[in-house]
């Protein structure tokens, strides 16, 4: 996971912006959704205590928006644990193959 933040302020409000990028899980690079999700949840466990408004976006490289998928249950389920919200509710890949 590639992340790359910055702290924002415009007049009295502050917003840390956090641009996450997850390469999808592959034999070639080793990487697995059971390492990804430990990473995020230590991550999001940083971001929860800082004192502004957060805006997490990127790609994550898996399907939030089908709601049966296991990695996108896990998904919701540390956000909420973190008090988070997704707000994009519908598929951001127009070349996907659902």
């Not at 080793?30 to 971001?47: A, V």
Request: with cysteine.
């Amino acid at each position: 996971m590639k992340i790359m933040d910055c702290i924002i302020n415009i007049g009295k409000v502050t917003v840390k912006v956090c641009i996450i990028y997850r390469p999808p899980p592959s034999k070639q690079n080793g990487f697995r959704n059971s390492i990804f999700f430990d990473e995020w949840f230590i991550y999001l466990d940083k971001i929860a205590i800082i004192p502004y408004d957060v805006i997490i976006t990127g790609d994550l490289n898996f399907h939030v928006e089908i709601k049966s998928n296991v990695e996108a249950r896990t998904f919701f389920s540390i956000l909420d644990s973190h008090g988070l919200t997704q707000h994009v509710n519908s598929a951001t890949c127009q070349q996907c193959n659902l």
